[in-house]
């Protein structure tokens, strides 16, 4: 079965989408990522969709469930490098991804999973005291 | 208004739907679409196709290359023979879905082109045309 690798980087997981994803293939990818941060208990995912040529509102919502799937297992999600064209076609079209953190380019998604893995553990550590 | 070129062909499974935006992609770059205009137009029509599988049970879309007073277009028509909409009203609103979608495929569609035709007749099936004009 056709499937988009899954990379494993310390406790981070990357994923490059390059190809035009039919809907099986999107929800295959979400499940396969989904395995794979429980398994490696990874801590942050970065999704790049620099090469999507188009997200529509299947593949849109795919991408919102998957960054409210990963927080629920305790991963924070960064997609990064939307094209101009499919930014504003998304958003016209409906879907505004609210509650997806994004970044133009990979070098800065990982700087911002790095952040917000590091302040959901001082949140941790905070919570913590009070027990 | 004229037609220079058209084509049609069946759209009956998922994977289909991907031939579908490939071809719109393919044809718009023909035309010289802006890049902004293309991604729209295929993004529309990966709605529409989507809709043609899952709730018409397949059907067929034809491209067709229009002109009209020198001014060049795509249209692209996606016909089904499934149950049809009931209320064409309520399908056109936001958020309203009969599956389990974001119910933005009609009224997203609609709002990413330039002329969006809908007929559906419970029963009988649907039919929906967009177009896009350069």
Redesign the interface.
């Known amino acids: 079965m056709e499937r988009i690798p899954i990379l494993k980087m310390g406790e981070f997981l990357l994923v490059t989408i390059q190809v035009?994803?039919?809907?099986?293939l999107a929800m295959t990818l979400q499940e396969d990522l989904m395995t794979k941060i429980a398994a490696n208990g990874a801590r942050g995912v970065l999704i790049d969709i620099s090469s999507l040529?188009?997200?529509?509102?299947?593949i849109?919502?795919m991408i919102g469930q998957t960054a409210a799937m990963s927080r629920v297992l305790d991963a924070q999600t960064v997609v990064v490098g939307m094209?101009?064209?499919?930014a504003?076609?998304?958003v016209?079209?409906?879907?505004a991804l609210e509650g997806v953190r994004t970044a133009l380019t990979v070098e800065k998604g990982m700087d911002l999973l790095r952040a917000c893995v590091e302040s959901r553990m001082e949140d941790v550590t905070d919570d913590g005291h009070e027990g | 208004m004229m037609v220079t070129k058209d084509e049609r062909s069946d759209i009956r499974t998922e994977d289909q739907v991907v031939r579908v935006r490939q071809m719109v992609r393919q044809w718009a770059t023909e035309l010289g679409f802006s890049l902004v205009d293309l991604t729209k137009i295929v993004t529309a029509a990966s709605e529409l196709a989507r809709n043609t599988v899952i709730y018409g049970g397949g059907g067929t879309f034809e491209l067709q290359e229009l002109q009209n007073n020198g001014r060049r277009g795509l249209r692209v028509v996606f016909e089904d023979h499934g149950p049809g909409i009931g209320d064409l009203e309520l399908a056109m609103r936001d958020g309203y879905t009969t599956g389990n979608g974001l119910g933005l495929g009609l009224s997203g569609a609609k709002r990413l082109v330039n002329d969006f035709e809908i007929d559906s007749r419970p029963g009988e099936g649907t039919r929906v045309a967009i177009t896009r004009w350069k």
């Open positions: 035009d994803m039919h809907d099986r040529e188009m997200v529509d509102s299947f849109g919502r094209q101009p064209a499919v504003i076609t998304l016209e079209l409906g879907l």
